[in-house]
Nanobody, 124 residues
Framework: QVQLVESGGGLVQTGGSLRLSCTASGRTFSSYSMGWFRQAPGKEREFVAALTWSGSSTFYADSVKGRFTISRDNRKNTVYLQMNSLKPEDTAVYYC?????????????????WGQGTQVTVSS
């Protein structure tokens, strides 16, 4: 397993942007598919975005397509989530996760390691 630490959350106005980062420990980061999930107050945790170990395949929830971009830098053991055109409904705790699988990356059970989360709040 890898240890994951998220950063970059905060308070932003509607229409603003944030970039989340998730840094992993260990030398095997490049072999993991990575995902971002979020959990809003009173709601279940939901899939946001994911990409395979090489970054060649990316996946997005319909609610964030065209606004969020997931990317990774394997030299820095870091995965990013660039969030643009933020809406109040994007308010949530955002978690990154690592998976040894390359498929069904929108499913939480496919992930073996999770970060502690970072709060994103979008004000109206």
């Amino acid at each position: 397993q890898v240890q994951l630490v998220e950063s970059g959350g905060g308070l932003v106005q509607t229409g603003g942007s944030l970039r989340l980062s998730c840094t992993a420990s260990g030398r095997t980061f490049s072999s993991y598919s990575m995902g971002w999930f979020r959990q809003a107050p009173g709601k279940e945790r939901e899939f946001v975005a994911a990409l395979t170990w090489s970054g060649s395949s990316t996946f997005y929830a319909d609610s964030v397509k065209g606004r969020f971009t997931i990317s990774r830098d394997n030299r820095k053991n870091t995965v990013y989530l660039q969030m643009n055109s933020l809406k109040p409904e994007d308010t949530a705790v955002y978690y990154c996760a690592a998976s040894t699988s390359g498929s069904r990356l929108n499913t939480q059970l496919r992930y073996e390691s999770w970060g502690q989360g970072t709060q994103v709040t979008v004000s109206s």
